[in-house]
Each structure stands twice: as structure tokens, then as C-alpha cells.
């Protein structure tokens, strides 16, 4: 499973404008919405599963980066929406350092195995120091449209 399997082009968000944990959360949910990924009538179901989870143990994992999942029963596909914020937020993350890119991660629930394929996926790409680093500084959709097909390539020949 690759990247660009799941991630949402139209869902990248460079420059993130909230900078509390939950505005992003509204923030990379509703760039799902707006780009098809999840309905209107899903989308404060879904913000309100996500803020639950992080209420539970916080999905910044450390070293910048949160990956905030859910699954959901009316989801028919899995997509993902990256956000991006140069100040970083405060996640609450296991390292106590501000967060500066997150992964938000829409499971259907009964595809447990695609959704641990695509948490492997983005762990494997977030451990990979400049895949962090190059993610942190891109500030345009394509920058990271380009990052994510390198690390797509790399896959596929690594």
C-alpha cells in the first residue's frame, strides 16, 4: 500500500491556520469533507471520535508529528488528510514537544487490515528523519505531493 493510496491531494493543508489541537482536528476534517473523502452529515461524528480518541492517549507520537485516526461504519473508503503548521501546536505528544505535521487517518470499520497497513505506511515514512524534515518544510500542496511520490518510489525499490 502506498501513500498516494489514501492520502487526498485535496486534502493537504500546508499551512494549517488553527494552532489548538482540536481547531486543527475541525480543520483536516472538514478539508476531507470539502474534497469528497467523507460526507457533510459524517464530518461532526467524525471530529467528535477523533477529539475523543486524543481524550484517551494523545497520537502525537513525537519527533513533530501526530497521527490522529478513526474508523468509522459509514466510511466506505480510507482517506487521510495532512496538515501542516511551521509554529507548531500543542498535542499533548508523548515527547512534549510542539507538533508540526499531522496525519489524520478515516477508516472504514470493517477494513481493519487496510487501516494497519496504511498506520504502518506512514510510521515507516514519519521514523525516515528527512521524510520528517522535507514534510515539515514543505509549504505548497505539490511540495508534498512530490514528497509523497518519492517516498511512494522509494517503497516500491527499497
Known amino acids: 500500500m502506498k501513500l498516494s493510496?489514501?492520502?487526498?491531494?485535496?486534502?493537504?493543508?500546508?499551512?494549517?491556520?488553527?494552532?489548538?489541537?482540536?481547531?486543527?482536528?475541525?480543520?483536516?476534517?472538514?478539508?476531507?469533507?470539502?474534497?469528497?473523502?467523507?460526507?457533510k452529515t459524517l464530518r461532526d461524528e467524525l471530529v467528535g471520535l477523533i477529539l475523543e480518541r486524543e481524550k484517551r492517549g494523545s497520537t502525537g507520537f513525537g519527533k513533530g508529528i501526530a497521527v490522529p485516526h478513526v474508523k468509522h461504519k459509514k466510511l466506505k473508503k480510507m482517506a487521510a488528510a495532512i496538515g501542516i503548521r511551521q509554529q507548531g501546536i500543542d498535542f499533548n505528544a508523548l515527547d512534549k514537544q510542539p507538533v508540526h505535521c499531522v496525519?489524520?487517518?478515516?477508516?472504514?470499520?470493517?477494513k481493519p487490515d487496510e487501516h494497519l497497513q496504511?498506520?504502518?505506511?506512514?510510521?515507516?515514512?514519519?521514523?525516515?528523519?528527512?521524510?520528517?524534515?522535507?514534510?515539515?518544510?514543505?509549504?505548497?500542496?505539490?511540495?508534498?505531493?512530490?514528497?509523497?511520490?518519492?517516498?511512494?518510489?522509494?517503497?516500491?525499490?527499497?
Open 118 to 158: 496504511a498506520m504502518e505506511n506512514i510510521f515507516s515514512n514519519l521514523q525516515d528523519d528527512t521524510f520528517r524534515r522535507f514534510l515539515r518544510q514543505a509549504t505548497t500542496v505539490e511540495a508534498v505531493q512530490d514528497l509523497l511520490h518519492e517516498a511512494d518510489t522509494q517503497q516500491l525499490h527499497g
Open 103 to 110: 496525519v489524520l487517518l478515516l477508516s472504514p470499520e470493517d
Open 5 to 39: 493510496d489514501f492520502v487526498v491531494s485535496k486534502a493537504i493543508v500546508p499551512q494549517l491556520q488553527g494552532s489548538e489541537r482540536d481547531d486543527v482536528m475541525r480543520e483536516l476534517v472538514d478539508a476531507l469533507v470539502t474534497a469528497g473523502a467523507a460526507t
